[in-house]
């Protein structure tokens, strides 16, 4: 599958060097449309990497290389401020009212394959908006994340850093593939 990617540049960026740790799923409650021109208006002072709608067609806002504002005030990873280390997918519509589409979650893979090789990611890297700002922000839905992370583990399989984050002993194969900035 390809799905339709184009770019608009949103405003609300800034150029400083961005980690590209992981990523950080949201869900943008607005539609598509009203989602991109919210992001191109420098007052909201809000934008994500990456808006994903209903029919799977992507909209780059922000370079993957310099920081989006999505997050706030977050933490992951134990460290605050995952606007730095984290790169901001949304989906379009709001996981309470729809559940994400078949087209939106196979977008979402298809966005994340390139990226997963190419930063070494792990479904350790993997986060929702709730769980990086807990009792401040609660996009996803718990049960869309369930299926959104399933289809993630399905698809790339889990991947080594997770260990190293949830404190598991790691295996020999996941601590040749662990990256040593995380203690
Ligand atoms: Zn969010």
Request: charged fraction near 25%.
């Amino acid at each position: 599958m390809a799905f339709r990617e184009f770019e608009r540049l949103s405003p609300n960026r800034d150029a400083a060097a961005h980690e590209r740790l992981g990523a950080l799923f949201h869900h943008s409650e607005l539609g598509f449309a009203e989602t991109v021109a919210r992001m191109l208006d420098p007052e909201s002072r809000v934008s994500y990497h990456c808006l994903i709608d209903l029919d799977g067609t992507r909209c780059a806002l922000v370079p993957d290389a310099q920081v989006a504002w999505h997050a706030g005030v977050s933490r992951f990873l134990g460290r605050d401020r995952c606007n730095d280390f984290l790169l901001g997918v949304a989906f379009a519509g709001d996981t309470y009212r729809a559940p994400l589409s078949v087209q939106q979650i196979a977008s979402a893979l298809e966005w994340l394959e390139p990226r997963w090789a190419q930063f070494g990611w792990g479904i350790g890297r993997i986060a929702d908006h709730r769980q990086v700002s807990p009792g401040r922000k609660r996009d996803l839905n718990p049960a869309e994340w369930d299926g959104l992370i399933g289809a993630i583990a399905a698809h790339f399989g889990r991947g080594a850093p997770r260990d190293r984050v949830s404190g598991l002993k790691s295996s020999p194969r996941s601590r040749r593939k662990n990256h040593p900035q995380f203690p």
